[in-house]
């Protein structure tokens, strides 16, 4: 079956310490992946997204995620985060070879910046 | 449009009354999504459009949910006999072609749907 699996639910840190968000999948064949964020009262907004090559992918605000195909993981990183970084973030997955392109989600990390 | 637009953007209705939420893609943009997210939940694929027509309904949860697409843009997303578990928000979403070659999905806000 296809699925993605994001282990944190509620992440909690202070500003500048360092992030990393897991997400692991389950599909078969080549997948695009993506983050997705959604801040508080806002649209989900494109974060990063990998369809091949290079499988250390940079985004916007200085996140960035590794593919590692042997690990079926894609998992986001951040150095150092910022209070506005509190939001929710999504992990999705699409094949290569589907018709329609539909993303399948993860269940959300909601992070919590404290200033 | 700028982005993708929905309507409305808040909805409470009485359960088995029948409601529609409306999605505005962005311009030009042949392939349009439903989903739908309820608390604590992630993001459920309903129904996908191409065009006008809908070769994916397979996230439709019963036949009380039905969506169409007119002239390649509008969509309209009908519940018929709302019940208390439809209460989500409900998401649509647009990108300029269908199928996985690189192109980008684009979501609009929601329409938050309480059914009381």
């Known amino acids: 079956a296809q699925s993605v699996s994001q282990h944190n639910h509620h992440v909690i840190l202070s500003e500048a310490a360092s992030l990393e968000l897991g997400c692991n999948y389950s599909y078969g064949g080549t997948v695009n992946l993506f983050w997705y964020v959604q801040y508080p009262g806002q649209h989900l907004q494109l974060l990063l997204k990998?369809?091949?090559?290079?499988?250390l992918v940079k985004g916007i605000k200085g996140f960035e995620a590794e593919f590692i195909k042997s690990k079926f993981s894609f998992n986001l990183r951040k150095p150092s985060v910022q209070w506005s970084d509190t939001a929710e973030y999504f992990c999705a997955v699409n094949g290569h070879s589907s018709n329609t392109g539909k993303l399948i989600f993860g269940q959300g990390t909601t992070l919590q910046v404290k200033p | 449009g700028a982005g993708v637009s929905q309507s409305p953007s808040n909805k409470v209705t009485e359960k088995g009354k029948d409601v529609e939420l409306r999605c505005d893609p962005i311009?030009?943009?042949?392939?349009l999504y439903w989903y739908r997210q309820s608390l604590g939940q992630g993001l459920e694929f309903l129904i996908y459009?191409?065009?006008?027509?809908?070769?994916?309904k397979s996230g439709l949860p019963s036949d009380r949910f039905s969506a169409e697409r007119t002239g390649g843009s509008v969509s309209t997303l009908t519940i018929q006999r709302t019940q208390q578990e439809d209460s989500a928000v409900y998401l649509c979403a647009s990108s300029l072609f269908g199928g996985s070659n690189g192109n980008t999905i684009y979501f609009g806000e929601g329409s938050w749907l309480t059914v009381v």
């Open positions: 459009f191409q065009g006008n027509s809908a070769p994916d």
């Open positions: 311009s030009g943009h042949t392939a």
């Open positions: 990998y369809f091949s090559g290079d499988p």
